[in-house]
């Protein structure tokens, strides 16, 4: 890739916490110009306040100031690859993060969701289709059903609060990204019951989400390794071999 970067700064008399009228702003970080501004087109037409950049130490200092809600993120980037950019921004942001590779090896998706990033698309690969799955994502619902009390799901020492979005393993808290707080959350709404990969990436990603559902698998590892469980005990997510998995008892 070439490693010219290219920059669109919302206007300058904007105070750095404002918000576009839409309530909206996304960045793509992606060091090929022409790729960058077609995504960056698509995202204005949906709504978005569009940020481009092809740096990735660039895209850190933008995303401090402009409190994206969606990154676009190409994993070769110049100066700080995509996997560093998720990794800082992860420690300030819970934006929705979509990593783009030209790399077709299992190990670089594998690698880019263990730092945060939702969801990962391979070039090459239709704006449609990308824009497509950010409105999934942003369509997510905050609660299970808005018409119920709010309330408190437990397993043992793991308290999760789905109204307020809010994890807690013996009274600590445990930060959680978006995604992986929804996959916990689908889990704990009928604890009982086995649920498949494929209901999952329903649950979470939409009904129209097409990829390899072993990204299910991916977060479950977070969740576990976040929680303090492991697939063998299976305290709080338990595997259900050759099925899916579904909440244990935190014993």
Not at 126 to 142: D, F, H, S, V
Not at 150 to 177: A, C, M, N, Y
Request: charged content about 25%; glycine content about 10%; aromatic content about 4%.
């Amino acid at each position: 890739m070439a490693s010219t970067s290219h920059t669109s700064v919302p206007n300058s008399d904007a105070s750095p916490g404002s918000r576009p009228p839409a309530g909206l702003r996304a960045m793509v970080v992606e060091d090929e110009a022409a790729l960058a501004n077609l995504i960056g087109s698509y995202l204005e037409r949906d709504g978005f306040e569009a940020t481009i950049t092809g740096d990735g130490a660039e895209a850190i200092a933008l995303a401090r100031r402009i409190d994206p809600d969606v990154l676009v993120l190409d994993l070769g980037l110049p100066s700080l690859d995509g996997v560093e950019v998720c990794r800082q921004l992860r420690t300030f942001s819970d934006a929705y993060v979509v990593m783009l590779t030209a790399r077709t090896e299992e190990l670089d998706t594998l690698i880019g969701l263990s730092v945060g990033a939702d969801d990962y698309m391979t070039k090459p690969f239709g704006p449609r289709e990308l824009i497509a799955r950010i409105q999934a994502m942003m369509r997510r619902p905050r609660t299970t059903d808005t018409a119920r009390s709010r309330q408190i799901r437990t397993f043992g020492d793991l308290s999760i609060d789905v109204e307020g979005r809010e994890v807690t393993v013996d009274g600590v808290p445990v930060s959680l990204t978006r995604t992986e707080f929804d996959v916990l959350a689908a889990l704990s709404q009928d604890p009982g019951i086995v649920i498949t990969r494929a209901q999952l990436i329903g649950a979470v990603w939409g009904p129209n989400w097409v990829g390899d559902e072993h990204l299910v698998d991916v977060h479950i590892g977070h969740l576990r390794r976040k929680l303090g469980d492991d697939a063998t005990r299976g305290r709080y997510v338990r595997t259900v071999r050759g099925v899916g998995y579904r909440m244990g008892t935190g014993r």
